[in-house]
């Protein structure tokens, strides 16, 4: 199986990276060929079809999602790209993982809504500096892809 993260970050060597990296090598050790790559507003997405499934994930800055994965969202061919793709979300912010669920993930799913979505996490205050979870969500993303999905 082929994936890849798409996410993006403003900063290298932080929360985000971190995340990437842990879950990225957690599906290596389980067989994917894993691909990373950040986000471009205006990038050509075509390259996506010859994954089996794409990691979308962004941190929160300022209330919203990151300036290059919603530009990638609203300015290229990435939904086009993704449309009927599995796909999994995540969420990494300074907040607390309940008002992440309402106020963040909506914003990068509700667009993602052609799309097969198999897995989601929000990365909050408790969660983005626990290492097992990265790993506890690349299992759930590994027992999701191993199961025909409706």
């Known amino acids: 199986m082929k994936a890849i993260i798409l996410y993006d970050a403003l900063s290298a060597g932080g929360s985000t990276d971190r995340i990437v990296d842990a879950i ?53 061919n990435l939904l086009k790209t993704l449309a009927g793709k599995k796909v999994a979300t995540f969420i990494i912010c300074g907040g607390p993982e309940l008002s992440a669920a309402f106020l963040y993930l909506p914003q990068l799913n509700l667009r993602l809504f052609r799309s097969q979505i198999i897995a989601e996490k929000i990365f909050g205050l408790a969660e983005k500096n626990n290492p097992q979870s990265p790993i506890d969500f690349a299992e759930e993303i590994l027992r999701k892809m191993s199961v025909p999905q409706n």
């Open 24 to 76: 990225g090598e957690h599906l290596v050790k389980n067989g994917f060929y894993v691909e990373k790559a950040k986000t471009l507003p205006r990038a050509d997405y075509g390259f996506l079809e010859e994954f089996d499934l794409a990691l979308i994930g962004s941190p929160i800055y300022n209330l919203q999602l990151s300036p290059n994965l919603s530009g990638a969202l609203n300015q290229s």
